[in-house]
T-cell receptor
Framework: GAVVSQHPSRVICKSGTSVKIECRSL??????MFWYRQFPKQSLMLMAT?????????EQGVEKDKFLINHASLTLSTLTVTSAHPEDSSFYIC?????????????FGPGTRLTVL | DAKTTQPPSMDCAEGRAANLPCNHS???????VYWYRQIHSQGPQYIIH???NNETNEMASLIITEDRKSSTLILPHATLRDTAVYYC??????????FGAGTRLTVKP
């Protein structure tokens, strides 16, 4: 299967700072990338869907001005958590999908654990 | 996308088959059934998917009932490394995947 990476794998930041998380599809061109958030002992919650070159579509309840998503190329999407607060501490996971590939599944990154102090 | 219902937890003995059920009674005709699993603190891993027919790959088998209202994921010879949360998801197209609570499978020695 295809490989999706995330960077960093773990980040600790102070309250009020911004954090950028990168999601890369390493061996295929992702037409669509997804961002999920997962709190401890809970399931993954879809935050937003981004298509290359267009604005992200956010799920209800997700603040687009707080979680900035950029999908500037077919291999890279970034999620920036602006003015992070302790309640934003979570496990952030991206996934990538290509309508052009023979694969019919989303490929997930390993996740980024964000801790806001 | 169809709402799916899975038991919250299951145990399985190592080396035995693990049969994980999923109900998706509201699934529509063009929705696929996807299975993913998530090992602690990792991203989800694709297992298998199907529409109507039973499917098998190197990881598992997927049995879908004729009315498509339920399915069963079968891990033929469970190992300790198969301990994970297993998610059954109804997906109309791969642009929208909503995870439910899943089943926490514990494989015991």
């Amino acid at each position: 299967g295809a490989v999706v990476s995330q960077h960093p794998s773990r980040v600790i930041c102070k309250s009020g700072t911004s954090v950028k998380i990168e999601c890369r599809s390493l061996d295929f061109q992702a037409t669509t990338m997804f961002w999920y958030r997962q709190f401890p002992k809970q399931s993954l919650m879809l935050m937003a869907t981004s298509n290359e070159g267009s604005k992200a579509t956010y799920e209800q309840g997700v603040e687009k001005d707080k979680f900035l998503i950029n999908h500037a190329s077919l291999t890279l999407s970034t999620l920036t958590v602006t003015s992070a607060h302790p309640e934003d501490s979570s496990f952030y996971i991206c996934s990538a999908f290509s309508t052009w590939s023979s694969y019919n599944e989303q490929f997930f990154g390993p996740g980024t654990r964000l801790t806001v102090l | 996308d169809a709402k799916t219902t899975q038991p919250p937890s299951m145990d399985c003995a190592e080396g035995r088959a693990a049969n994980l059920p999923c109900n998706h009674s509201t699934i529509s005709g063009n929705e696929y059934v996807y299975w993913y699993r998530q090992i602690h603190s990792q991203g989800p891993q694709y297992i298998i998917h199907g529409l109507k027919n039973n499917e098998t790959n190197e990881m598992a088998s997927l049995i879908i009932t004729e009315d498509r209202k339920s399915s069963t994921l079968i891990l033929p010879h469970a190992t300790l490394r198969d301990t994970a949360v297993y998610y059954c998801i109804g997906v109309r197209n791969n642009n929208d995947m909503r995870f439910g609570a899943g089943t926490r499978l514990t494989v015991k020695p």
